[in-house]
């Protein structure tokens, strides 16, 4: 194998890989090791333990969905093109409702996701805790559809209602609720 350069990102890509294939469970910095063709402690240097290895997981899909909004000159469409990016993203995780809900962040990761989504809504018109209020919305929104959609009951459900369907008709009634309360 050719020598690459330990990252982040190419740490996250690996643990996306096996997280995809083995599920949550199975993740972990041993298998992610082998993945990369390295040796366990050499990713102690970017990732301490499996805790921070979730977290960095968590995070990189997070950011990927960021960079899929398209261009947006208003702030209903850009909440709406970001929960699709993270509908989608989070559909194609095997486990994605668990990651997230187990992935505790350090705080300045926090601020910067929560800056990464702030910033383009206050330009499109939201007061800042407004858009705060509206992306932690969405995101719920989304974490608890996904829940669903790959949980115990995911094939009744299914059977039920086509879930894509309803999921984007609740994303829809959210935005335009939130677009009418002060």
């Given at each position: 194998?050719?020598?690459?350069?330990?990252?982040r990102?190419?740490?996250?890509?690996?643990?996306?890989?096996?997280?995809?294939?083995?599920?949550?469970?199975?993740?972990?910095?041993?298998?992610?090791?082998?993945?990369?063709?390295?040796?366990?402690?050499?990713?102690?240097?970017?990732?301490?333990?499996?805790?921070?290895?979730?977290?960095?997981?968590?995070?990189?899909i997070?950011?990927?969905?960021?960079?899929k909004?398209?261009?947006?000159?208003?702030?209903?469409?850009?909440?709406?093109?970001f929960g699709?990016?993270?509908?989608?993203a989070?559909?194609?995780t095997?486990?994605?409702?668990?990651?997230?809900?187990?992935?505790?962040?350090?705080?300045?990761?926090?601020?910067?996701?929560?800056?990464?989504i702030?910033?383009?809504?206050?330009?499109?018109?939201?007061?800042?805790?407004?858009?705060?209020?509206?992306?932690?919305?969405?995101?719920?929104l989304?974490?608890?559809?996904?829940?669903?959609?790959?949980?115990?009951n995911?094939?009744?459900?299914?059977?039920?209602?086509?879930?894509?369907?309803?999921?984007?008709?609740?994303?829809d009634?959210?935005?335009?609720?939130?677009?009418r309360?002060?």
């Amino acid at each position: 194998m050719t020598e690459r350069k330990l990252t982040r990102a190419t740490i996250a890509a690996a643990a996306l890989d096996v997280l995809n294939e083995q599920g949550l469970d199975q993740l972990s910095l041993r298998k992610v090791a082998a993945r990369l063709d390295v040796k366990a402690p050499s990713l102690y240097w970017h990732v301490a333990d499996k805790n921070m290895l979730l977290a960095l997981l968590a995070e990189s899909i997070f950011t990927d969905c960021l960079t899929k909004i398209p261009a947006c000159t208003d702030w209903r469409d850009w909440l709406r093109g970001f929960g699709m990016a993270l509908w989608q993203a989070q559909n194609a995780t095997r486990d994605a409702g668990r990651l997230i809900l187990g992935a505790g962040q350090p705080i300045e990761v926090l601020e910067a996701m929560q800056d990464a989504i702030a910033t383009p809504l206050i330009a499109l018109g939201l007061a800042p805790e407004r858009a705060i209020m509206m992306q932690a919305s969405v995101q719920a929104l989304v974490t608890g559809w996904t829940t669903f959609a790959q949980g115990p009951n995911a094939a009744y459900l299914q059977s039920r209602l086509p879930i894509d369907t309803a999921f984007a008709a609740g994303l829809d009634a959210l935005i335009h609720g939130l677009d009418r309360t002060p």
